[in-house]
């Protein structure tokens, strides 16, 4: 079975809905006022941005191990690139 990548934007805009109506549900049932809905929201908010940077931050600490040499390749020096003419004879 293959594994496949997450898709980040659609889950964020799921939490990020998710959230939106669960604030609104917990007002409708009277468990919180606007007063306090007012306070529940951003750090509802805040909350979900901090874990689409910890998502992300262990993505690219994992994308970065699972490919070991990665961005440390340096330019070719030029006794190892081949010439114009090299290249048309090979």
Known sequence: ???HSY???ALSFGALFLAIVGNWWAHE???VSIGQLALAAPITLIALG???IV???TSASRT???TPGAGTR????PEETPTAAERTSQ
């Open 29 to 31: 049932q009277g468990l």
């Open 74 to 77: 340096t330019a070719p020096s």
């Open 55 to 57: 998502g992300s931050l």
């Open 50 to 52: 901090l874990v689409g």
């Open 1 to 3: 079975m293959r594994l």
């Open 64 to 66: 970065r191990s699972a």
């Open 7 to 9: 898709d980040w934007v």
